[in-house]
């Protein structure tokens, strides 16, 4: 929105061309989100309180979670609002890829404010049914996909980036590249969700991926840093830098009223549109093998999920106290804050190791 003004007046003053600058743009659009953030925050948790819209806590769940019950939920709109704001205010409007990363968030949103707004309903920790919840995500997974497909024009549109090896990469077709990035948004978006089980524990690890996410967008959109570190140089990527300043800032704006003990919760509208945020965004830079390293976290929450179901349908017994993994430390007694940074610093030490990876490439 406002790079076209910086362009006008650019015309009449070439100092105003500093503002449009990438760096600068990308600073900006996650003060910004943040600022927004921060200052509608506490209107908007006290509409939530006025309208009664509470989390309803699971009755088997740990009993120190009974108390968390009725704290404001659906902060995902909040968060969703800083970051869509603010991309519009200093991104670039003419970039395919702000228009496809805002519509996963509307569309994920969308799915997990209807889910949000049956559990308020109902009083009930069951929203969508596993079978509605799935079948839109995959119905919106695969649009996502397909647009990336038919729009993105660069060279290794449909190949496999395996970010450890220099120059390596996997043909993988059409097809499958519906297939990968299917499996990357639907499963970034429910690992996400499964995370969002205490005060700050998925956002701070959203915010350092986004974070190392910025870092890869920067050098493939820019074609002498990505030159320089033999990474595959990709045209508009650099915009994506600003998507993701962006998408921090909102985190840490939500961090302030999210952080233990928490005054509101993001909901499924928060973390299911995050996830699938943060997959696309990966998908467009090629780097899907890399989120799964950066979102170790997420990845063993998932991991632990299925484990656990698998093997007490077979069995009958369980691996873990409790799934998702967070909740089976709370069972072995560990303080609620003590797990939330001890997460934190894993997915800190998995950004810095592939943020190596560029360096090795």
């Known amino acids: 929105m406002f790079l076209e003004l910086i362009k006008y007046l650019s015309a009449l003053d070439p100092s105003f061309s500093v503002i449009s600058y990438l760096t600068l743009r990308a600073v900006l659009a996650m003060l910004a989100a943040m600022f927004v953030v921060l200052v509608f925050g506490k209107f908007f948790i006290d509409k939530l309180y006025l309208m009664q819209i509470g989390q309803v ?36 409007l003419s970039s395919i890829y702000l228009w496809i990363v805002i519509t996963t968030a509307i569309l994920f ?11 308020i309903k109902k009083k009930s920790s069951d929203g969508l049914s596993a079978k509605q919840k799935y079948s839109l995500q995959s119905l919106s997974a695969i649009v996502i996909g397909a647009w990336i497909l038919l729009t993105d024009l660069n060279p290794l549109q449909t ?33 996400v969700n499964l995370t969002d089980g205490l005060d700050g524990l998925a956002i701070m690890p ?58 509101v919760f993001m909901g ?11 997959a696309v965004i990966a998908i467009i830079l090629r780097e899907e093998i ?30 873990f106290l409790m799934a998702p993994l967070h909740h089976h430390f709370e069972k072995m007694g560990m303080s609620e804050p003590k797990i939330i940074v001890r997460f934190w610093m894993v997915t800190l030490m998995l950004v810095l190791i592939s943020l190596a990876t560029i360096k090795i490439r």
């Open 57 to 92: 806590v699971r009755s088997d769940g740990p009993e120190t979670h009974l108390k968390k019950s009725g704290t404001p939920t659906m902060g995902g709109i909040l968060i969703l609002f800083g970051f869509i704001l603010s991309v519009l205010i200093w991104g670039d």
């Open 109 to 119: 949103g969308g799915i997990g404010f209807a889910d949000d707004y049956l559990k």
């Open 159 to 191: 190949e496999l980036v395996v970010p450890f090896l220099k120059d390596y990469y996997i043909s993988i077709g059409s097809i499958g590249f519906m297939i990968v990035s299917y499996f990357a948004i639907v499963g970034s978006s429910n690992a």
């Open 206 to 263: 959203v915010i350092l991926i986004s974070g190392g996410l910025a870092v890869f967008a920067y050098i493939h959109g820019n074609v002498n840093f990505s030159s320089y570190l033999n990474m595959p140089y990709m045209v508009g990527t650099g915009e994506i830098f600003v998507i993701c300043a962006a998408l921090a800032g909102a985190g840490l704006g939500f961090l302030w009223h999210n952080t233990y003990p928490a005054d």
């Open 268 to 278: 499924d509208v928060g973390s299911l549109s995050i996830g699938a945020i943060l």
């Open 290 to 319: 890399l989120l799964i390293v950066m979102g170790g976290v997420f990845v063993a929450e998932t991991l632990s999920v299925m484990i656990q179901v698998g093997y007490y349908k077979r069995t009958q017994k369980r691996v």
